[in-house]
């Protein structure tokens, strides 16, 4: 089960792949030390990551556990992150990978989740990137920022935006039709003369039992999503001995309910939360889009879909 354990204020030492000491960009310049560069436009993964030769992905750099520098550009990839290891962006890669407050890094993608979080190894910082989701384009699909999965994670200067979450699928209709029913077998006996009829029932058919009289045959059986179920054995007149023939096979049953729609989620995580005072301290935004509704029934069925949750921060079990 994910849990989250804290959300931190962090801009100073962390251990593993976070910044060491004096490796925070927004504090100073960053060396080769520090940890590994990355440049979508100059970069190639075949570099070693270092300022002179940076790789050009984002996961070839995490693949190094150490902490991960972004140059001032747009990333188009699903990040997963694992906890202790951290990412800074907003560097200008142009000259000397120094510290550029208004060119912060942008990751987005088409998954539905573009920044992944896992794991309980130790602290993640994500310092000075905007993370995109893009509207969902499946039936039913969602579109999350940022996933926390068991981490222990410090948004800082981020900013995280989610998408529109899509409808939700419509339900299956009925498919072929209700078989036909055999007609009823006759009822034994003759009615008897002088006696009162039930009142006919233009809905249902009848027996013709002569003089005047009739009764009628059973229900038909409840409509199901393939074929009818079998129909109600028909029975006799109280009023006459004319008994009912048996009710054939149900019609076209109901559909299936509606989808649910998806969400729409700047962060969505398990466990303890962090506080939107801590958001706000970290100068750090969360948007959101609309939800997705829920998928329509299908002809004549149960019930439409939920509706998505369009949320700031929401908790998962």
């Not at 199901?224 to 019609?251: E, F, V, W």
């Not at 029934?297 to 149960?302: E, I, L, N, R």
Request: hydrophobic share 30%; aromatic share 6%.
């Amino acid at each position: 089960m994910w849990a989250t354990r804290r959300w931190l204020r962090r801009a100073g030492c962390d251990g593993g792949g976070g910044a060491a000491a004096g490796c925070d960009p927004s504090k100073g310049a960053v060396g080769d030390s520090c940890g590994v560069f990355v440049s979508s436009s100059k970069g190639d993964d075949l570099g070693d990551g270092s300022r002179a030769s940076p790789y050009r992905t984002i996961g070839k750099a995490i693949g190094s556990a150490k902490a991960v520098y972004l140059c001032g550009e747009s990333f188009s990839e699903v990040v997963t992150l694992p906890s202790g290891q951290s990412i800074y962006g907003a560097l200008d890669c142009s000259s000397d990978w120094h510290y550029d407050s208004k060119a912060k890094s942008t990751i987005t993608a088409t998954d539905p989740i573009v920044f992944k979080v896992s794991g309980s190894s130790g602290a993640t910082t994500v310092q000075d990137v905007a993370l995109v989701a893009q509207d969902a384009t499946m039936a039913g699909g969602s579109s999350i920022a940022a996933l926390v999965d068991g981490a222990t994670v410090s948004f800082v200067r981020v900013d995280l935006k989610a998408g529109k979450g899509a409808t939700g699928a419509a339900g299956d209709s009925p498919f072929g039709t209700g078989k036909s029913g055999q007609p009823g077998p006759k009822g034994t006996g003759s009615c008897a003369s002088g006696e009162t009829p039930v009142p006919a029932d233009s809905n249902v058919p009848v027996n013709d039992c002569g003089n005047g009289e009739s009764s009628s045959g059973g229900k038909g059986g409840t409509g199901n999503i393939g074929d009818g179920g079998a129909g109600n054995s028909g029975n006799a007149n109280p009023y006459n001995a004319c008994g009912g023939g048996q009710g054939g096979l149900g019609g076209d049953g109901g559909g299936a309910g509606g989808g649910q729609g998806g969400h729409s989620l700047a962060i969505a995580y398990t466990g303890s939360a962090p506080t939107y005072a801590e958001i706000s301290e970290n100068k750090t935004t969360l948007t959101v889009g609309n939800k997705g509704s829920g998928g329509l029934a299908g002809d004549a069925g149960p019930n439409k879909g939920e509706d998505g949750i369009a949320a700031p921060m929401q908790l998962f079990p």
